[in-house]
């Protein structure tokens, strides 16, 4: 499946006061964009890795990005933060366009979404930011993530054949 024929199947999702899309094209910002999150598909062992956030549940690791960070620095760091992964291989496979409006004025957020594949999972000792760990296939998402919907799904499935495209999870 090429990226033409997969990204014309992501819906528009609102949550809560925000309408969420997905394109699944990496490309740089525009100038007006504010590029402040990352969120980062693992894969590891044939599965996806997912970290279990006191704020949202089981859930992929993804986070701020600090001042001195680019976009790929803070997806190992929040990675390792909240799975104690080791990545091995980072690519961007699009990104989230959050738009929020608050009466007349309307700001939109371009949040860069990654694959990548973990070389090793190492012990997480006291204060990370997760309460533990779990590996999932594709099917086993639905249950266990923490919001589930039609753009979950459809960003869930991109993900893995663009890992599969790259053989991560052969």
């Not at 990352?38 to 600090?66: C, K, M, N, T, Y």
């Not at 039609?150 to 663009?162: D, F, M, R, S």
Request: with cysteine.
């Amino acid at each position: 499946m090429d990226d033409a024929e997969i990204s014309d199947r992501f819906p528009t999702a609102i949550w809560g006061n925000t309408r969420a899309c997905f394109s699944g094209n990496a490309m740089e910002p525009e100038a007006n964009d504010r590029v402040d999150t990352v969120l980062v598909f693992v894969f590891h062992e044939l599965q996806f890795l997912l970290a279990d956030i006191s704020s949202r549940g089981w859930s992929i690791p993804g986070g701020r990005i600090q001042d001195h960070e680019t976009p790929e620095s803070a997806v190992i760091r929040e990675t390792y933060e909240e799975t104690g992964a080791l990545l091995d291989g980072i690519v961007e496979i699009g990104f989230y366009i959050l738009t929020e409006k608050f009466g007349e004025v309307e700001t939109a957020r371009r949040i860069p979404v990654y694959i990548a594949r973990a070389d090793e999972i190492r012990p997480m000792p006291g204060g990370f930011e997760s309460r533990g760990v779990t590996h999932v296939s594709l099917g086993e998402l639905p249950g266990m993530y923490y919001m589930w919907d039609p753009l979950i799904e459809a960003v869930c499935n991109y993900a893995h054949a663009k890992a599969l495209d790259l053989a991560w999870t052969l």
